[in-house]
């Protein structure tokens, strides 16, 4: 009898473990205050990237379940729908910067596509902070258009969209956290 107990206390403190560990993993973009001291065309893309991650994260933040299905009008998107586009606007993002790209994952819930979302945005982040004016202007956005169609379409798009789940959620009787500080990129709260 011993044994089994202690097999099951030490799968039980694994799982505990394993799950504490999900739990506490950080998200990217909580505070965005500082900023690269050189001003290239690169930088400054990767600036645009991390705004979106700080507005859509915190956008984001706090939000339960009962909220996914709320929307405006029966023809609009629920804050879940949202989150899932901003999710398909985040690989884009993703696929085009980076030399490999990352694989939809079906059936995911809007709190998972927003981690994954995140962790993708990062990695552009990360990328674009790397790179010369040369390998910013071979970036295309689905092997066919240039650069610039990155930043006014699924870029503009997704900060569109994070602003709609903003309002939306407010609508719904769960507003932002407070602390949001969207002019100096911080964040004064609980992070989630």
Not at 20 to 38: C, G, H, K, M, N
């Amino acid at each position: 009898m011993k044994p089994v107990y202690i097999s099951c206390l030490l799968a039980f403190l694994s799982h505990m473990h394993f799950a504490s560990a999900q739990v506490s993993r950080d998200l990217p973009f909580a505070d965005i205050s500082t900023y690269p001291q050189e001003m290239t065309s690169a930088t400054v893309a990767a600036r645009m990237v991390e705004s979106l991650g700080f507005r859509y994260r915190y956008a984001t933040q706090g939000l339960e379940d009962e909220n996914m299905d709320f929307r405006a009008s029966e023809d609009a998107r629920t804050i879940g729908e949202t989150m899932l586009h901003i999710y398909g606007l985040s690989m884009v993002i993703h696929n085009s910067v980076m030399e490999k790209p990352y694989a939809k994952k079906e059936r995911l819930s809007p709190m998972k596509a927003r981690e994954i979302s995140l962790y993708l945005l990062k990695t552009v982040y990360d990328q674009l902070l790397s790179m010369d004016d040369d390998e910013l202007k071979a970036i295309t956005v689905r092997g066919d258009y240039p650069f610039w169609i990155l930043i006014n379409g699924p870029l503009a798009d997704a900060l569109w969209h994070s602003g709609q789940v903003a309002t939306l959620r407010r609508a719904a009787g769960n507003p932002m956290p407070k602390g949001v500080n969207v002019f100096l990129g911080t964040y004064n709260g609980s992070n989630k």
